[in-house]
């Protein structure tokens, strides 16, 4: 008999190896989890367990101008410095609209920060009689308020950085400046083409360097010119999204064709064109779709938030996964029947 059954110390051996087993299977099983969790496969969609951000309505005053610039920004949750997101509304429009995409963005990790342009947002036709209302937001859409739109960008940027620095401020270091991304639709688009790259002539006159890159919903070439000369000086990562009847409704003559005139004028390197199906204008707004009493197609979105997200994951966060799909078979796993899909 060997000395551990001498003194009964062999049960107990076999106990305490059962026991480091159990725990070292145990273990092994949580680390598979951690692994597991960790290579799951990204997502531009999912925000679950994202915490509840806040919204914050403040307002940018530009000394030089004398004006008031209305922001309402979407903040996520935490006290960590969150990449910015700005968006520009389109004509008539104000910085509650697209709630669904502030919304995405801020539980995606993004301070989604929504401008105001006085004299082309929704104060031309609130509390004006219906008859009035077309003829004023027609006038809206004239040079001066393009010019006023494009001086509000760089103005809220100067001021989201004080904001940033100042103690005690809501925005005191929660804004992460060096990685900007700027977004509008409509006159918005046209807004955020003017700021991200758009050449005038032969020179960049309102490019914004700060900005990293950007997203146009219904873009626009401009009126005259060959769009060569507009685009193809373009530095940074553009994403255009139009609809095979993105029109300008009653108060543009911009038909779908010549929203398609922007991406061939681009230059190669970070660049996407997504064209959405039987989408019209007010597909990519979250406003009622009027038009024969239309209901919303709801995987214009789905589409829409995806690739938006998965491109500022991208560009602004230097996420290689989002990156990879984005460029792989990612967006056409969100994508329908019709929906076309091109990249440089």
Known sequence: MSDFNRYGLLPALIIVISFVLFISSDTSAVLSAAAFAAEKPYDPLDTAG???GGKL????????RRRDIPVLIYLPEGKTASPVVMFS???????EGNAYLG?????????AVFIQHPGSDSSVWK???ASQRLALLKDAADFENYRLRVKDVPAVIDQLEKWNKTAGNALCGRLDISRLGMSGHSFGAITTQ??????YGRRQLLTDERIKAAIAFSPSVPKTGDPKRSFGSVKIPWMLMTGTKDGGGAISDTDPKSRLGVYPALPPGGKYELVLFDA????FSDSAIRKENRKRNPN?????IALSTAFWDAYLRGDSAAKAWLDGAGPASVMEKGDRWQKK
């Open 50 to 52: 994202a915490p509840k």
């Open 57 to 64: 309505e403040l307002t940018v005053r530009d000394e030089k």
């Open 89 to 95: 509304h389109g004509l008539g429009g104000s910085r």
């Open 103 to 111: 919304e995405h963005w801020s539980a995606r990790g993004y301070a």
């Open 127 to 129: 509390d004006k009689q």
């Open 194 to 199: 003017a700021v991200s790259g758009q050449s």
């Open 280 to 283: 019209e204008h007010l597909a």
């Open 300 to 304: 214009h979105h789905r589409v829409i």
